[in-house]
């Protein structure tokens, strides 16, 4: 299972950005709880948003609920992260994750609670 995270860059405050995460492999993509998480320099990774298989269910950090939209395709095995209103503190390495789970009552928020990864994608938002 492979996790191609895309869509990071250079952006100043107030702009938005997509990035999206496109899974292929041996994965059955919609019946997976997909993630989003970001990791500052010198600091932990840290949740971001999820959403259930179905799309149905999104749960959001508090620090990004308001400015940033998670959404999927099935069909296109992707899971988007819409990043709008950008602060300096938004800056980081934006992994995708992915956990096989039809559950989507529960947020998942830490990283142990997922099975793939992707490589990362930077993100970089000058005030």
Same mark, same amino acid.
């Given at each position: 299972?492979?996790?191609?995270?895309?869509?990071?860059?250079?952006?100043?405050?107030? @702009?938005?950005?997509?990035?999206?995460?496109?899974?292929?492999?041996?994965?059955?993509?919609?019946?997976?709880?997909?993630?989003?998480?970001?990791?500052?320099?010198?600091?932990?990774? @840290?949740f971001?948003?999820?959403?259930?298989?179905?799309?149905?269910?999104?749960?959001?950090?508090?620090?990004?609920?308001?400015?940033?939209?998670?959404?999927?395709?099935?069909?296109?095995?992707t899971?988007?992260?819409?990043?709008?209103?950008?602060?300096?503190?938004?800056?980081?390495?934006?992994?995708?994750?992915?956990?096989?789970?039809?559950?989507?009552?529960? @947020?998942?928020?830490?990283?142990?609670d997922?099975?793939?990864?992707?490589?990362?994608?930077?993100?970089?938002v000058?005030?």
């Open positions: 299972v492979q996790l191609q995270a895309s869509g990071g860059g250079l952006v100043q405050a107030g @702009d938005s950005l997509r990035l999206s995460c496109a899974a292929s492999g041996r994965i059955f993509f919609s019946s997976h709880f997909m993630a989003w998480f970001r990791q500052a320099p010198g600091k932990e990774r @840290d971001v948003a999820a959403i259930s298989w179905n799309g149905g269910t999104t749960y959001y950090a508090n620090s990004v609920k308001g400015r940033f939209t998670i959404s999927r395709d099935n069909a296109k095995n899971v988007y992260l819409q990043l709008d209103s950008l602060k300096p503190e938004d800056t980081g390495v934006y992994y995708c994750a992915a956990r096989p789970s039809y559950y989507s009552g529960h @947020d998942y928020p830490y990283t142990d997922y099975d793939y990864w992707g490589q990362g994608t930077q993100v970089t000058s005030s």
